[in-house]
């Protein structure tokens, strides 16, 4: 893998001390006229080979897989650009703000024979796969309930009108497209399509700082049951998830993202708690995962993951509110 970083926000921050892991041959990163000090800091300090402040020239390097972690709208621009210039696409999330932007891409991808996928790291840790192994073993689902509520360091700025791109609708944001996305997520990911989807939210200065996604499953899981996905930039709490069946339960106490132990409770009241510490960052397995579908050409896994980020996409699209 060939390497090439779109923006220097925290997420780059996390990815590049991790990225070494999977070994690629080179790694190049994209900064902006705004930020030329950082990206030229960034490039010293992770020893990369190279940076660029101009798109078309980052696009001609000696790249063939480009990885876009920049604000949410800007997503599908410079996403579409890079598979017209037959590269490998990663997408932070959410992969795009529209589901036909979505669309549009995945069709493209198809075209030049190239892998597009989603950078949500809960798909591929250790932990969120065997809680898929184990859900037989709780009967039918009747209840699940995952939270991530986190009080937002932009918050008091946002109250006093200084508003970051995760607060701004014009970007994209909002509790439901910054945290809740990871709820959605992996309730797609062991459940699949609901019947239905809907989002109760706190609304300020236009935008949703915290709510609840409701989900309604049906019969294909039993007799059906409820999900909600419940998420916070203005308030925060321990964290506490669960998935209830007729025969026992899983219960989590961090967001669905950081996974890296769980507890299986039947109604017994027996306790087992399987954990995962590997020492790898929680990153490593979804770039592992992405230069393997790149290095293989597996576009079964990749359009099998993209299935869920349309469903993802629609569900957002639908609930999300804004109001410019």
């Known amino acids: 893998m ?3 970083i779109v923006g220097t926000g925290l997420i780059v921050h996390e990815v590049l001390p991790m990225i070494h892991l999977i ?19 960034l490039c010293r300090t992770y020893h990369l080979n190279g940076c660029f402040f101009d798109y078309r020239e980052f696009l001609g390097a000696d790249i063939d897989t480009v990885y876009i972690a920049i604000p949410n709208h800007l997503h599908y621009e410079f996403a579409r650009e890079a598979l017209l210039h037959h590269k490998h696409v990663i997408v932070e ?18 075209e030049q024979k190239c892998i597009l ?20 073993l709780l009967g039918e689902i009747r209840l699940v309930s995952f939270q991530f509520c986190q009080y ?6 946002f ?38 989807a809907r989002y109760f939210a706190n609304v300020e200065r236009g935008i949703d700082t915290s709510g609840i996604l409701t989900l309604q499953y049906g019969r294909e899981h039993g007799t059906g049951f409820q999900a909600a ?30 996974i890296e132990s769980y507890e299986l409770i039947d109604n017994q009241k027996n306790s087992t708690v399987f954990e995962f510490h590997e020492g790898k960052h929680r990153l490593f397995y979804e770039f592992q995962a992405f230069r393997r579908m790149i290095e293989e050409n597996d576009f079964d896994t990749a359009e099998k993951m993209l299935e869920i980020s349309l469903e993802a996409v629609k569900i957002l699209e639908k609930n999300r509110v804004y109001s410019i």
């Open 152 to 157: 937002s360091s932009r918050y008091d700025a």
């Open 229 to 258: 996905a419940i998420a916070a930039k203005d308030c925060q709490a321990p964290v506490s998830s669960s998935i209830q069946g007729t025969r026992g339960c899983i219960r989590i106490s961090v967001p669905m993202n950081q």
């Open 93 to 110: 999330k959410p992969i795009t703000v529209t589901s036909a932007q979505l669309e549009d891409l995945i069709l493209l991808a198809r």
């Open 23 to 41: 070994n690629p041959e080179k790694i190049y990163i994209l900064g902006t006229a705004h930020s030329v000090e950082k990206t030229e800091k």
């Open 117 to 136: 996928a989603e950078a949500m790291s809960l798909h591929y840790t250790p932990a969120c796969r065997s809680i898929a192994e184990k859900l037989p």
């Open 2 to 4: 060939r390497l090439g």
């Open 159 to 196: 109250c006093e009108g200084r508003i970051a791109p995760a607060f701004d609708p014009k970007c994209a944001g909002g509790a439901l497209m910054d945290l809740n996305i990871y709820n959605l997520h992996a309730i797609l990911g062991l459940f699949g399509k609901p019947l239905s």
